[in-house]
T-cell receptor
Framework: SAVISQKPSRDICQRGTSLTIQCQVD?????MFWYRQQPGQSLTLIATANQGSEATYESGFVIDKFPISRPNLTFSTLTVSNMSPEDSSIYLC???????????????FGAGSRLTVL | DAKTTQPPSMDCAEGRAANLPCNHS???????VYWYRQIHSQGPQYIIHGLKNNETNEMASLIITEDRKSSTLILPHATLRDTAVYYCIVRIDSWGKLQFGAGTQVVVTP
């Protein structure tokens, strides 16, 4: 399966600033997704990162707050803009469009980027 | 995708089998049952999936009832490293996104 590297792994940010998270995959993948996991909560899908076009955002998430780039089939970035303490979360990159050994249509996840906003 | 219901938490003794239930009474005929788990400070990891038949791999077994309205993930010999949140997800076989519910927090104790 694909190997995903996320940077930074963690960061402490000041209120009002923006931070860009990078997701690098070791192979070309069709689908890339960004998730948020707030403290003690499950994962919530932010958006699907589309190569060569604008990302598709889920309800409750907007491009101005979470701009996403996907310049090619192995790389994507998520920016968290104008951060507030409520944005303190783990942000995870996920890739799909490939089948695991079992033949399952699986998603592979990065380890996540833990952001703390003061 | 069909909604699933899981118990919020379970305890399991090390070396014993852990049986994790999942209800999915509104599952459609073309929807699969997937299980993922998330160990603390890691991203979710695929475990197993099935459509109708029971499935087994090196990690776990999946038992799906005949009416497909519920399933059970079995960890045959739980170890401390199996402590994680386990997510049951029902979806069609597509390249698309996953929607996660609350999952079951499993704690394996010595």
């Amino acid at each position: 399966s694909a190997v995903i590297s996320q940077k930074p792994s963690r960061d402490i940010c000041q209120r009002g600033t923006s931070l860009t998270i990078q997701c690098q995959v070791d192979s070309q993948v069709t689908m890339m997704f960004w998730y948020r996991q707030q403290p003690g909560q499950s994962l919530t899908l932010i958006a699907t990162a589309n190569q060569g076009s604008e990302a598709t955002y889920e309800s409750g998430f907007v491009i101005d707050k979470f701009p996403i780039s996907r310049p090619n089939l192995t790389f994507s970035t998520l920016t968290v803009s104008n951060m507030s303490p409520e944005d303190s979360s783990i942000y995870l990159c996920s890739v799909g469009g490939h089948r695991g050994v079992s033949g399952a249509n699986v998603l592979t996840f990065g380890a996540g980027s833990r952001l703390t906003v003061l | 995708d069909a909604k699933t219901t899981q118990p919020p938490s379970m305890d399991c003794a090390e070396g014993r089998a852990a049986n994790l239930p999942c209800n999915h009474s509104t599952i459609s005929g073309n929807e699969y049952v997937y299980w993922y788990r998330q160990i603390h400070s890691q991203g979710p990891q695929y475990i197993i999936h099935g459509l109708k038949n029971n499935e087994t791999n090196e990690m776990a077994s999946l038992i799906i009832t005949e009416d497909r309205k519920s399933s059970t993930l079995i960890l045959p010999h739980a170890t401390l490293r199996d402590t994680a949140v386990y997510y049951c997800i029902v979806r069609i076989d597509s390249w698309g996104k996953l929607q996660f519910g609350a999952g079951t927090q499993v704690v394996v104790t010595p």
